[in-house]
């Protein structure tokens, strides 16, 4: 095996074995730092998937441009003619390095701070198993081995939700409230994967073969399969997403999950359906990408504009930035649907700095929680008076996710209104104005939180709080807060990587 083949190999089984031994040791700490060692590992092995030869040539023949830089093609089920067929390229790099990185955030913070309902030990095992699969997601080069590791993560974070998490807001019972939500992400995401799996079943049926690559550019499918096989596979993949009107499980999933569970929801889970739907439906599908088109627009500026006026009207923090995520995956899916080099390198950078900042804000809004047992606005104001720090914090973290210019925020959102007004036509310049519209929109929802929370006479809730802030708050944290600057300033650390995968892509898109 090659070292980069030993790395892909490696991504998946250090946190594989880091679960197992979490769960496994007797001493509740002692499984929560070998769980944390293990993610660490985890993102080492994914950083230096970047080395060696990451040279663009063919090696399917009739597929220009997609080769991983590294990959690993062995079999897996010879009687079906399935493969273990693993590859990185620039489109799943940085997604694979955000989520190593907020995993072992999250599990670095676990040692910290462990969520009433059970061992710290088993929620970082859980942790590290949802981190299998939305890896495995993102380097899965078989159709199959894609919806599998696309189903891993279900039971895990169900788990997480229904036994670590919390009530959304005052007089609820945490229990009930914790199971309901639990329930409805199962229940819809158990919805998504039948339409994937019947989707993944009409494709391989009528190619002869699950291997991605083969089948980026749709030759081996008719006209007619490829509508079908994209409409069923973009369904799947907007409820993961989530597109409006199939996101109402986001909000109750975010706002009762623990604090580690809902930075890993919003930071990368949510990005394996539009990865999925940029390397799956749109690569393998790209007939049905362009007959959709107009369609997935028109409903992506649905739910920039729905996201953001649901957010105007909240009034409990969690909520608020569960809801937010609603309009931000609203602009990636936009960039997305515009078929284009600009537009699908505007969702790319979207993905990457959603997971970035809104990670950021769900630690943050935990924080909050747990320093003044509540998260509604109107208990929090005058925020930063008692605690100018987390204030302070919590204002970069909105500004960064309303777009200001100089932060990672800024390049998706703007770009994504670009691409469309590209495209040109009535339909594609409407839909960039009313996606322009949203983002003042964005704003105003982002000012409102601060103005309520960090301005104002100090409440009840947070007169008493202590102005400092913990060791392990400032190790968690401050990543997320480089990384929000250093996107925003040097955007070519996630395009760079992408530009050649997209421009290959597109050659198939748009032959």
Known sequence: ?????VLLVAVLALPAFGAVLAAALPGDRAGRLAGTAAAALTLVAAALLATGDRTWTAYTAGTPGVLPWHRLDVPWVPALDLRFHLGVDGISYPLVVLTA????LCCGYSLWRVPDGGRGSVLVALLLVIEVGILGTFLALDLVLFFLFFEVVLLPMYAVIAGWGGAGGSGEDP???????????ALYTLAGSVLLLVGVYVVVSAAGTADIVALTGGSELSRGTQLAAFTLLGLAFAVKSPLWPLHSWLPDAHTRAPTVGSVILAGVLLKMGT????????????????????????????AILVGSLVCLAQDELKRL???SSVGHMGFVLLGIATLTATGIQAALI???AHGVITGLLFFLAGAVKDRAHTGELADLSGLRETAPRLAGLLAFAAVASLGLPGLAGFWGEAFAVVAAVEVGGTLWVTLGVLAAVGGALTAAYLLRLLRRVTHGRPGPAVAGLSPGLAGAELVAWAPLVLLALAIGLVPTLVLGVAEAPV???LEVVHP
């Open 1 to 5: 095996m090659t070292a980069g083949q």
């Open 101 to 104: 990185l907020l995993t072992l």
């Open 175 to 185: 229990g009930a409230a914790r199971r309901a939500a639990a329930r409805k992400f």
């Open 275 to 302: 990865y999925g739907l940029v390397r799956v439906a749109v690569g393998v599908a790209p007939e049905g990408a362009r007959w959709a088109a107009p369609v997935l627009g028109v409903l992506a500026v649905a």
């Open 321 to 323: 930035i569960a809801y």
């Open 350 to 352: 979207g993905n990457v």
């Open 503 to 505: 421009a290959a892509l």
